[in-house]
């Protein structure tokens, strides 16, 4: 166990592993994704209620789950990084906040798109949109402090406690402005996934779902593999790595 | 040799007192910002005009003002709060007590409660006395008032402990005001939510005092958590320097 | 222990100790990590890799007792300028010593700020706000000493005193590290010399 913690503190190691991985996450997520949006755009039934409309939801539910789950996972690495200060949980934590917030911004979008048929409006201070605008905001703060500091170690240690203030947040937040959706407008139509969904309509999902995941594993690689070289750029492996023959 | 008459220093384990040293940091800021009063009471000017802003710039009738005004309120509590806490911090890291703090015997923690309790009292505690006088310009009733002020008294503290935490994280940071608000408004939303939606509940008459108690939740939440967030915030910034 | 800092190797393999009775003057060029040494060894930065001990045990196992017995003095003296130097020094003790306005007044006089104990120390000039800072060493019981860069802006009488207080710590059994601009002659002062702008690049 403590080799396995010690070889993933090693970034070379990761690079390679990473490496190998890649094509699989790759290939299968993109065959998934597309097997689960061909079917539920083309394919699946209409929705009794909404017709065409609801199936924005293929885009709508994955990324916004996504969106949280990255989150989630940021704020995972953060405690590894504040308890045993391993580099590599600062580089998931950096290489990923820019897709979090991309997805968070998609489901934003595809939300609003959804919101103009359903609604008739483009936006709608509905309650699962609002949490999703504050996620944004708090994705924007750890890129932002990221940014601002340009010491390594300061760095990821800073940007772990925010991260990790936040996700003790998340769950006040999203109480918070449920409640207030509540008193403000008593609730019409939300934008959830309805408990009776037939198969045909969740099993193309929950396909573009895993799919997404495997997906997000490959961008998170990619990218990590790109900070990793910048961060040992220095080191002998690297070098040797970019330039085969020698500097020499 | 007359070395044996000289009193020989010796490395002590003794245990140190906490409350004193609380008392000290409290005491102490409480003086400096006396003793800079134009700069303590700047937020508070910053306060009163930006209330009056939204009668100039939306609508001075009655029937707008009282429906949004509890809101402008805590936006402008909260605003000020945001303008203030850049300085928590920063003039004690300039002149180097803030690592002479952090090199207390006492816990870190005890002494940031300590300095965010004065943040508090000097910027949140005078936002609650003039908010009645604020709140009769923006014909809110008196219930309604009186709700607000309380629905301030127990968030305006939590805007203190969760803002120490981005002035600890900003510290030291070119763009730290900006910044710093950037990090912390996502995080004030939930006491904005609770304090203006607690004064909208009372103006229908509900009862508050589920509400006022789970806002009183969140302030013991701050108290414990926070301060914890800002201590380990402040030496990374330490170490950065 | 090593320390890199910005991507550049600060000093490598350091190991050293600091015993009761000594003085030790850390030398080396602008930008050889001295003032990050002391730094860590204080346990304000902890960008390095090793271990800093205190009496044999890694210093936070016990954090608590080991600033109770270290004394640290930085760039930047710790005073504040809205306060005078009588609050200053009083708020610096305060979480360590019980001690009457009284000793510290003398320890302000001794310091040579006789009859400037209530002046605001924003009206001070640099040197008199440093003595602000020395001040403390005279009240001081802990056993360790980290001073960085104390000589900066006190006169030729002031460094005189001071240099004395040095010898005469370390002849009563504590010890001191320092950082100095000028070349003091001290007896019994020993040297750890950081090399030239951070050691070998790897």
Not at chain 1, 160 to 187: C, D, F, M, R
Not at chain 3, 76 to 90: A, D, I, M, S
Request: aromatic letters at 10%; hydrophobic letters at 50%.
């Amino acid at each position: 166990m403590w080799q396995f913690f010690h070889k993933l503190g090693s970034p070379k190691w990761f690079y390679g592993i990473a490496g190998r991985w890649m094509p699989w996450l790759l290939w299968s997520g993109l065959v998934l994704a597309l097997v689960g949006i061909v079917w539920g755009l083309a394919f699946a039934p209409k929705d009794y209620l909404q017709g065409n409309s609801y199936r924005i939801i293929f885009i709508h539910v994955p990324t916004a789950f996504l969106a949280q789950s990255v989150y989630i996972m940021m704020a995972s690495a953060a405690i590894v990084t504040l308890v045993w200060r391993m580099k590599l949980a600062d580089v998931f934590v950096k290489s990923v906040a820019p897709v979090g917030a991309v997805l968070t911004f998609l489901a934003l979008f595809t939300g609003a798109v959804w919101g103009k048929p359903t609604w008739g409006t483009w936006w709608i201070w509905d309650a699962r949109l609002t949490s999703m605008l504050i996620l944004l905001f708090l994705y924007f703060g750890v890129i932002a402090l990221g940014a601002a500091i340009s010491d390594e170690k300061s760095s990821a240690r800073a940007v772990a406690v925010l991260v990790l203030v936040g996700a003790v947040n998340i769950p006040i937040i999203k109480y918070s402005v449920e409640w207030w959706n509540t008193l403000h407008q008593p609730a019409t139509f939300k934008l959830t996934e309805k408990p009776s969904m037939p198969v045909e309509m969740w099993l193309p999902l929950l396909l573009v779902v895993l799919g997404l995941y495997l997906l997000f594993g490959w961008l998170a690689f990619v990218r990590m593999q790109t900070e990793i070289l910048y961060r040992e750029r220095k080191t002998h492996w690297v070098k040797t790595l970019i330039r085969p023959e020698g500097a020499a | 040799m007359n070395s044996e008459a000289r009193p020989v220093i010796r490395p002590m384990v003794r245990a140190v007192p906490i409350l004193p040293a609380m008392w000290a940091v409290l005491k102490r800021d409480l003086q400096v910002n006396f003793r800079q009063l134009q700069d303590t009471l700047n937020p508070l000017l910053f306060f009163v005009m930006v209330v009056s802003l939204f009668p100039l710039g939306v609508s001075p009738e009655v029937s707008f003002l009282q429906v949004a005004g509890a809101g402008i309120l805590w936006v402008a509590a909260l605003l000020s709060t945001l303008l203030s806490l850049d300085h928590l911090y920063r003039h004690d890291f300039d002149d180097g007590t803030l690592e002479q703090l952090a090199l207390q015997p006492q816990p870190l923690y005890w002494l940031v409660l300590a300095k965010t309790v004065a943040h508090w009292l000097v910027t949140g505690l005078p936002l609650v006395l003039l908010a009645p006088i604020l709140g009769v310009m923006v014909h809110l009733d008196g219930n309604s008032i009186a709700v607000l002020c309380l629905t301030l008294l127990v968030g305006t503290p939590v805007l203190s402990f969760i803002g120490s935490i981005g002035a600890a994280l900003t510290l030291g940071l070119r763009s730290g005001g900006v910044l710093l608000s950037l990090l912390i408004i996502p995080l004030y939303i939930p006491v904005l939510i609770f304090g203006t939606g607690t004064v909208a509940a009372a103006a229908e008459g509900a009862p508050v005092g589920g509400y006022l108690a789970l806002m009183g939740a969140f302030l013991v939440l701050a108290i414990t958590l926070a301060p914890f967030a800002s201590a380990a915030a402040l030496r990374i910034s330490l170490s950065n320097n | 222990m090593s320390c890199e800092r910005d991507g550049r190797v600060l000093f490598q393999g350091l190991d050293f100790s600091i015993v009761p009775g000594s003085l030790t003057r850390v030398e080396g060029p602008n930008g050889s990590g001295k003032t990050t040494l002391l730094r860590i060894l204080a346990g304000l930065h902890d960008g390095f890799e090793g271990q800093v001990l205190w009496q044999g045990r890694p210093r936070n196992d016990d954090r608590e007792s080991f600033l109770r017995n270290l004394l640290f003095m930085g760039h930047r003296p710790g005073v504040k300028p809205l306060l005078t130097p009588l609050e200053n020094l009083r708020f610096l003790i305060s979480g360590r010593q019980a001690i009457t306005d009284g000793q510290l007044s003398e320890a302000l006089a001794r310091a040579g700020l006789a009859g400037f104990e209530e002046v605001s120390c924003q009206h001070l000039s640099a040197g008199q706000t440093r003595r602000v800072a020395l001040a403390r060493l005279l009240l001081s019981d802990e056993p360790l000493w980290i001073l960085d860069e104390v000589f900066t802006a006190i006169d030729q009488q002031g460094v005189e005193g001071l240099e004395q207080l040095l010898v005469n710590r370390a002849a009563m059994g504590g010890a001191v590290i320092l950082t100095t601009h000028h070349e003091p002659e001290l007896p019994g002062m020993d040297r750890l010399r950081l090399g030239q702008g951070g050691g070998r690049e790897f």
